[in-house]
């Protein structure tokens, strides 16, 4: 359920959503109020203040700011992006109850379904998102939630909402989104009949390689359900992290807006890099889905890959000559980053069922920071030669 849009634009939002007013004198930039204790009220329960009970000064304004961001009632703070799913989860799903979640999601969150939640007595069935008659026929009566990725990792592909979102609808089923490799400026899911948005914070979020965070999105009241998950699963974010994590959602929107613009650059021109054998973004029009893109996401995002003609064996070299590019895992960053999924993601699988969903070895993905993008391609040419 999304809230009434705010009036203000969502760059200025990323600034000045829910900051308190300013008086002569003030600082510019809110201090960090690193105390885990605040001074109690005598004889009422009433302002307790407490860090890992997520109500402290620095955090509280973020989670305002970040609820803006798309367009929610609330948002939650968590220590990890992995710490929001697991307590927006768990807050939804209990011992018998079915999880229906999409197959192409993250590494992390596929253990923690088909290990622990598994290993708490409920029931999961992945589904191939890309076949969506097959949401309603997994569907069961203890069916809860469902679970959803967008845009996929590491292919790019974009999921098509609408027939998810009209089953959860009709069967009042929960609809939860990770959006994280979307971020609020590309695509706001709320907007799309999702019920809960979930981002690692650690990726677009901060932008910066240097805050580990995650956030919960959705009601006042459901979001009070998954703060009591957090609390008693000590799972709350330290004042610093939120401190520099406010300080990156300030340069969202530019960050995001020029990390869209130049992988747009970028794949177009590796699309013509005869060293280069496939290119996967949603902004280009031999895209599998980008019809879909181009009509839900308002930008095509920082995330793609590239398949390199000599295959597995043409990586190393390729990944040794980069200077600009970093090789590392994560995303969503300022700094240009290079990884195999091989040897990153999708380590577990073997060459042949990792080349079935569609990443053959040689297949790399990019996550596009904000550096020149003339200077991004020249690096990519100079070593592919
Ligand atoms: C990184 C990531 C996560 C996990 O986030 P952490 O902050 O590392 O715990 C979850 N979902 C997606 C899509 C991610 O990229």
């Known amino acids: 359920m999304s809230k009434k849009k705010d009036p203000l634009a969502l760059s200025t939002l990323a600034l000045h959503g829910a900051a308190d007013p300013r008086h002569a004198g003030d600082p510019v930039v809110p201090p960090i109020v690193q105390s885990v204790n605040y001074v109690q009220e005598i004889g009422s329960a009433d302002g307790l203040r407490y860090t890992r009970y997520a109500n402290t000064p620095n955090v509280e304004r973020l989670q305002k700011r970040l609820a803006m961001l798309e367009g929610a009632e609330g948002a939650l703070l968590l220590g990890s992006g992995m710490a929001a799913t697991a307590c927006a989860m768990l ?26 939640f598994v290993g708490l007595g409920i029931d999961v069935t992945l589904v191939n998102p890309f076949e969506p008659r097959e949401w309603r026929k997994k569907m069961r009566k203890t069916t809860r939630a469902i679970f959803l990725e967008s845009p996929v990792n590491p292919t790019t592909r974009v999921v098509d909402f609408r027939p998810v979102s009209a089953l959860t609808h009709e069967n009042g089923l929960a609809l939860v989104v990770d959006s994280t490799f979307a971020s609020p400026v590309n695509f706001r899911p709320l907007e799309h009949g999702a019920d809960v948005v979930i ?77 280069i054998r496939k290119v996967h973004y949603p902004g280009l029009t031999t895209h599998p889905d980008h019809t879909v893109a181009a009509a839900t996401l308002d930008g095509y995002g920082g995330m793609m890959a590239i398949e390199l003609a000599g295959g597995a064996r043409a990586t190393e070299r390729f990944l040794k000559r980069l200077r600009i590019f970093t090789h590392a895992a994560s995303l969503g960053g300022v700094d240009s980053l290079v990884s195999e999924p091989r040897y990153t993601s999708h380590t577990h699988m073997t060459s042949e069922a990792r080349a079935r969903i569609g990443i053959p070895d040689g297949f790399l993905r990019i996550s596009v920071g904000i550096e020149d993008a003339d200077d991004l391609i020249a690096d990519l040419e100079q070593a592919l030669k």
């Open 199 to 275: 981002h690692s914070a650690t990726k677009y979020l901060n932008g910066h390689h240097d805050v580990l965070g995650g956030v919960v999105i959705g009601t006042d009241s459901y979001i009070q359900e998954v703060r009591q998950k957090m609390m008693l699963w000590g799972a709350a974010p330290d004042p610093f992290a939120c401190w520099l994590l406010e300080r990156g959602v300030k340069t969202l929107d530019v960050r995001v807006q020029r990390q869209n613009t130049n992988a747009q650059r970028i794949a177009e021109w590796c699309t013509g890099a005869k060293a």
């Open 91 to 116: 807050t939804l799903l209990r011992p018998g109850d079915h999880l229906l979640s999409s197959s192409l999601i993250y590494g992390g969150t596929h253990r923690l379904f088909t290990e622990e």
